[in-house]
């Protein structure tokens, strides 16, 4: 089993950064790939970003790339989303992700967290 534990997230204003983490523990050489998903009031769960553990390879959805950042700490099993230049569309539930191979879909991940509030105000 893998567990996963987000913290960071908070209510804050238009325009500035939040950073996310992901502490991933338990048997994590089981996955190779680290993802955030969110998800707002009555909307699909949707991809935001991912990243290998092996390599660092990433990925972005289009509303985030340019504005959020996802990268690893290995010593600390962590995974960090770095969201600068937030919007009020950004609010949502976050979610970190576990799997063996990176997707857009939350198919092939095994594990999740129990997700961390943001919320965007204007």
């Known amino acids: 089993q893998v567990q996963l534990v987000e913290s960071g997230g908070g209510l804050v204003q238009a325009g500035v950064s939040l950073r996310l983490s992901c502490v991933a523990s338990?048997?994590?050489?089981?996955?190779?790939?680290m993802s955030w998903f969110r998800q707002s009031l009555g909307k699909e769960r949707e991809f935001v970003a991912a990243?290998?553990?092996?390599?660092?390879?990433?990925s972005y959805a289009d509303s985030v790339k340019a504005r959020f950042t996802i990268s690893r700490d290995d010593a600390k099993n962590t995974v960090y989303l770095q969201m600068n230049s937030l919007k009020p569309d950004d609010t949502a539930v976050y979610y970190c992700?576990?799997?063996?191979?990176?997707?857009?879909?939350?198919?092939?991940?095994?594990?999740w967290g129990q997700g961390t509030q943001v919320t965007v105000s204007s």
């Open positions: 992700a576990a799997g063996p191979i990176t997707s857009r879909l939350r198919g092939p991940y095994d594990y």
């Open positions: 338990g048997r994590t050489f089981r996955t190779n790939a």
């Open positions: 990243i290998t553990w092996s390599g660092g390879l990433t």
